[in-house]
């Protein structure tokens, strides 16, 4: 998640997001952990699928590789799933969200700051479970595959810049009244 502030502030500049975050899935297991791990359930399968050999039970062998395969499928499942991501841009004018599935396939929402409310679901034993945008009877879900630090972390940044984008964006609040 980032933000940032807009220092030109033109008239071009007028309608520039001072707002940006792009929420992504995380995966802990890298590449190297990736292959570590098949490694590691490759040799178990293997020395547990000579010794069903050894004693006759050839059988059992075959399901040891099938054991590793389910295994890779999964995990390569899930880091396919690890390509979808949103992006949340606040400007005075708009709430624009992108939101880009695991298949590449794009939706767009826009939503007028004003009017846009943050509901956040929360659990006293997990914190944020849910939230959504919501505007004129219009709901959008955000960070749904987040974890709830990252979520409660991401309702603040969110709900600060809402509160910014309705006092008139952050260059109200150097202006002098």
Known sequence: MTAHNATDHGPADAD?????????????????????????????????????????????????????????????????????????????SDVHVVRVSARGRTQEFHLNPLWAR???????????????????????????FLNPPDRESFAEALAKALATARRGGPDALAAPT
């Open 16 to 92: 520039a997001p001072f707002f940006s975050a792009r929420l992504t899935p995380y995966r802990s297991l890298g590449p190297r952990g990736f292959l570590v791990l098949m490694l590691a359930v490759g040799f178990m399968c293997l020395v547990s699928g000579v010794l069903f050999l050894v004693i006759g039970a050839w059988p059992v062998f075959w399901f040891f590789g099938l054991d590793i395969l389910i295994v890779y499928v999964a995990f390569r499942l899930n880091y396919a799933s690890a390509k979808a991501f949103e992006e949340v841009h606040v400007s005075v």
């Open 118 to 144: 943050l509901h956040v679901t929360r659990l006293e034993d997990e914190g944020v479970v849910e939230m959504k945008l919501v505007s004129h009877g219009r709901a959008v879900d955000l960070g749904g």
